[in-house]
Nanobody, 120 residues
């Protein structure tokens, strides 16, 4: 079993920045299954959507809406994935969820979610 703990959400003005972190812990065998890590978000009244993903080797992909503003990174030694969010917009307001798995996301493990609110 794998547990995910997220941090870094909050309230920020439009144009500001936030950095989300997600630390994975669990049994050694489970941790070794973490090949893909990513962030999803669920905006009010919308379905959950992929924001960004990164492989163990560092390949990334982003939703069109966040390209050029958000950067995903990971520290394999710390089993941690980050999401640096710059130039935030009110439409980025959502609950952000960490997600990990052995192959293409969505994987089987989810964080509890962290609220990001961007005021205009």
């Amino acid at each position: 079993q794998v547990q995910l703990v997220e941090s870094g959400g909050g309230l920020v003005q439009a144009g500001g920045s936030l950095r989300l972190s997600c630390v994975a812990s669990g049994s050694t065998g489970s941790i070794f299954s973490i090949n893909h890590m990513g962030w999803y978000r669920q905006r009010p009244g919308k379905q959950r959507e992929l924001v960004a993903a990164i492989t163990r080797g560092g390949m990334t992909n982003y939703a069109d809406a966040v390209k050029g503003r958000f950067t995903i990174s990971r520290d394999n030694a710390k089993n941690t994935v980050y999401l640096q969010m710059n130039m935030l917009k009110p439409e980025d307001t959502a609950v952000y969820y960490c997600n990990i798995g052995p192959s293409v996301l969505p994987g089987p493990y989810w964080g509890q979610g962290t609220q990001v609110t961007v005021s205009s």
